[in-house]
T-cell receptor
Framework: GDSVTQMEGPVTLSEEAFLTINCTYTATGYPSLFWYVQYPGEGLQLLLKATKADDKGSNKGFEATYRKETTSFHLEKGSVQVSDSAVYFCALLVSGNTPLVFGKGTRLSVIA | GAGVSQSPSNKVTEKGKDVELRCDPISGHTALYWYRQSLGQGLEFLIYFQGNSAPDKSGLPSDRFSAERTGGSVSTLTIQRTQQEDSAVYLC??????????FGPGTRLTVL
């Protein structure tokens, strides 16, 4: 079945460090890929998305590129801030109005 | 409203009681989804609606769980005879056809 695997957390970084959170997927067809973020005490928010191979999603300094050949959608940010501390979820959508398939989430803590 | 709303935000109940959780989707969104977020379990799909019908109920964990949607809008998730393992944050999301899902803030359910 369809699945998403993302790196286990927690990840702790110093402010201004480079961030990579790995995400790989297994899916039939050509899914859309998403990163959602959950800040402490809040609901999930869409961070970025990519709908086809080689697309790059970007938002708030975060980027992820849809790599069909490696079935990956790794999240990166060049310089993290304390305010980026949150749980990050990689997800895929196989078609239309179907449920998102989520990874288990990666907790990021950024310390000043 | 501008976003997905859920009520109550917190619910504490005793084992064996029934609970109802409510979701108000974004106006005009045709699809509505329920997920469950448990500590250490990530995000688990429960059920989704297209209009008032539920094409996929495969995620409901037991027959104590049921959901309905009326008027293509508000949805209610009902858990009968609650058990301690039902304690979790229940998330609702809505979407337009073939678009990303927008999440509500969730209902935190605690079963004592």
């Amino acid at each position: 079945g369809d699945s998403v695997t993302q790196m286990e957390g927690p990840v702790t970084l110093s402010e201004e460090a480079f961030l990579t959170i790995n995400c790989t997927y297994t899916a039939t067809g050509y899914p859309s890929l998403f990163w959602y973020v959950q800040y402490p005490g809040e609901g999930l928010q869409l961070l970025l998305k990519a709908t086809k191979a080689d697309d790059k999603g970007s938002n708030k300094g975060f980027e992820a590129t849809y790599r069909k050949e490696t079935t990956s959608f790794h999240l990166e940010k060049g310089s993290v801030q304390v305010s980026d501390s949150a749980v990050y979820f990689c997800a895929l959508l196989v078609s239309g109005n179907t449920p998102l398939v989520f990874g288990k989430g990666t907790r990021l803590s950024v310390i000043a | 409203g501008a976003g997905v709303s859920q009520s109550p935000s917190n619910k504490v109940t005793e084992k064996g009681k029934d609970v109802e959780l409510r979701c108000d989707p974004i106006s005009g969104h045709t699809a509505l989804y329920w997920y469950r977020q448990s500590l250490g379990q990530g995000l688990e799909f429960l059920i989704y609606f297209q209009g008032n019908s539920a094409p996929d109920k495969s995620g409901l964990p037991s027959d104590r769980f049921s959901a309905e949607r009326t008027g293509g809008s508000v949805s209610t998730l009902t858990i009968q005879r609650t058990q301690q393992e039902d304690s979790a944050v229940y998330l609702c999301a809505s979407s337009l056809l073939y678009n990303e899902q927008f999440f509500g803030p969730g209902t935190r359910l605690t079963v004592l």
